[in-house]
């Protein structure tokens, strides 16, 4: 019994030290070339009311109930919602037809606030779409671990969003 309890103590013990060492920083991003100028794009990403047209989340989870703010599209714009997966919020802190948005992101349990959002990239008679998460997981030593997963989990969801964005967009002409 000793023995077991050693190990177990080891163990905790490399978990906490691991945790320690890992980074906490999320940095997700995806980017797709859509057939459209930045303005056209900004027309799908910049209202909310469009985001069902492309985003992945009720794919994932068809519980999620969006609710939209007053303000719509534009800085200010908010949105929350909640589903078997949770619960969050989103509010446009920056909107350009020309680089794109910026939002805050919260998840209901976790106190981080990630900075989000969709860039533009000009390039002739298409444009690059560049989706990205950024924050610092809390708490430490967890949210360490799971910083290191963040890509894995959201990754996918960004790309299969940016595909659906691209035909909605694309298929609009």
């Known amino acids: 019994m000793r023995t077991f309890l050693k190990i177990i103590g080891v163990l905790i013990i490399l978990f906490i030290i691991g945790g320690l060492i890992l980074d906490n920083k999320v940095n997700v991003t995806r980017e797709i070339e ?60 920056q909107s350009s037809p020309e680089n794109g948005i910026v939002y805050d992101l919260t998840f209901e349990g976790d106190p981080t606030v990630y900075i989000s959002g969709m860039r533009y990239s000009a390039n002739g ?39 659906k964005l691209k035909k909605a967009v694309e298929s609009s002409n």
Not at 50 to 77: E, F, M, N, R
Not at 128 to 136: A, D, K, L, R
Request: proline content about 5%.
């Open 34 to 93: 859509i057939q459209a100028s930045p303005e056209k794009i900004h027309l799908f990403v910049n209202d909310l009311n469009q985001w069902p047209q492309w985003t992945p989340w009720i794919d994932l989870d068809p519980t999620i109930k969006t609710t939209i703010g007053a303000v719509t599209h534009g800085v200010g714009a908010m949105q929350s919602w909640t589903g078997e997966s949770g619960s969050g919020s989103l509010t446009f802190t």
């Open 125 to 163: 008679d298409k444009t690059i779409v560049t989706w990205y998460m950024t924050g610092e997981m809390q708490p430490i030593i967890i949210g360490n671990y799971f910083a290191q997963l963040m890509d894995v989990f959201v990754g996918d969801s960004f790309s299969s969003g940016l595909n």
